[in-house]
């Protein structure tokens, strides 16, 4: 069984750090490491060698410290999707492909989730969701050079999931997501309840990451674009029906960026 620890970088990212719950070999894996030095740190105080890196994207906060860890653990393996803008891959994966890391003992599968980025991944095991980027607690990520089809199809494809997945995003953006989602549906018991309890996480300096699926299909607006309420939220803003769930997403993700962000 994994062992997933956060190592928190930068103003607000998670680098996530894998290891065998059963006790390994002493190799780990680290999710989206923006910054190496706290990798470093990490690893060396808990007496660890690096097996492998995964990377979602090509965002710098993601990548940034990949070539200063290959400089203390040449033989790592990197994972990344097929985007040459991540020069130090070993190993190029997409949908379906199955990866190992060593020394791990779990095996995690690939999936395509393209709308923040065009060539977004996220990996998938033992009960987890490492999903960078596309979907946060909360809310999601913006696009940038993917698509809001792309998006909004990736959200779904992650919705449909078992509820029971445990769902590990890159940031700390709860606190400001649940505000936008408060927005959208604001009579909504389950997102007070969840708000208040983040806040207390938050005061107490712990972290809201991971999150259950089924908690975000509960309260995450960009999860719930079939829900009458979000719809007609939605709506208001676009000033005119929407026709499916794609144009809900669309407009949902505009209004935050546009009037929230």
Same mark, same amino acid.
């Given at each position: 069984? +994994? =062992?997933?620890?956060?190592?928190?970088?930068?103003?607000?990212?998670?680098?996530?750090?894998?290891?065998?719950?059963?006790?390994?070999?002493?190799?780990?894996?680290?999710?989206?490491?923006?910054?190496?030095?706290?990798?470093?740190?990490?690893?060396? $105080?808990?007496?660890?060698?690096?097996?492998?890196?995964?990377?979602?994207?090509?965002?710098? &906060?993601?990548?940034? *410290?990949?070539?200063?860890?290959?400089?203390?653990?040449?033989?790592?393996?990197?994972?990344?999707?097929?985007?040459?803008?991540?020069?130090?891959?070993?190993?190029?994966?997409?949908?379906?492909?199955?990866?190992?890391?060593?020394?791990?003992?779990?095996?995690?599968?690939?999936?395509?989730?393209?709308?923040?980025?065009?060539?977004?991944? $996220?990996?998938?095991?033992?009960?987890?969701?490492?999903?960078?980027?596309?979907?946060?607690? *909360?809310?999601?990520?913006?696009?940038?050079?993917?698509?809001?089809? =792309?998006?909004?199809?990736?959200?779904?494809?992650?919705?449909?999931?078992?509820?029971?997945?445990?769902?590990?995003?890159?940031?700390?953006?709860?606190?400001?997501? +649940?505000?936008?989602?408060?927005?959208?549906?604001? &009579?909504?018991?389950?997102?007070?309840?969840?708000?208040?309890?983040?806040?207390?996480?938050?005061?107490?300096?712990?972290?809201?990451?991971?999150?259950? +699926?089924? +908690?975000?299909?509960?309260?995450?607006?960009?999860?719930?674009?079939?829900?009458?309420?979000?719809?007609?939220?939605?709506?208001?803003?676009?000033?005119?029906?929407?026709?499916?769930?794609?144009?809900?997403?669309?407009?949902?993700?505009?209004?935050? &960026?546009?009037?929230? &962000?």
């Amino acid at each position: 069984m +994994l =062992q997933i620890e956060p190592i928190p970088a930068f103003d607000d990212n998670y680098i996530w750090l894998l290891r065998d719950g059963a006790g390994g070999d002493g190799r780990a894996t680290v999710v989206d490491p923006g910054d190496a030095d706290p990798v470093v740190e990490r690893l060396r $105080a808990d007496g660890l060698s690096l097996g492998a890196i995964l990377l979602t994207h090509h965002h710098g &906060d993601h990548q940034g *410290g990949v070539a200063d860890l290959l400089a203390l653990w040449p033989d790592a393996q990197v994972f990344a999707p097929e985007d040459q803008r991540i020069r130090q891959a070993t190993r190029r994966v997409g949908e379906g492909d199955r990866v190992a890391p060593p020394g791990l003992g779990t095996t995690l599968e690939v999936l395509d989730v393209p709308g923040h980025t065009a060539t977004h991944i $996220a990996y998938l095991g033992d009960g987890a969701l490492f999903c960078g980027d596309t979907l946060f607690a *909360g809310g999601c990520g913006r696009v940038f050079d993917g698509s809001f089809e =792309q998006l909004a199809a990736s959200l779904r494809r992650i919705a449909a999931l078992p509820p029971e997945t445990l769902c590990y995003c890159a940031h700390e953006y709860t606190l400001a997501n +649940l505000g936008f989602a408060a927005w959208v549906e604001p &009579d909504s018991q389950a997102l007070a309840e969840r708000s208040r309890e983040a806040e207390a996480l938050r005061a107490r300096g712990e972290s809201t990451v991971p999150s259950k +699926l089924a +908690l975000e299909l509960a309260t995450n607006p960009f999860l719930r674009t079939r829900e009458p309420g979000v719809i007609a939220a939605a709506e208001r803003f676009a000033g005119r029906p929407l026709g499916d769930e794609t144009a809900v997403f669309t407009a949902l993700r505009r209004w935050k &960026d546009e009037r929230y &962000d």
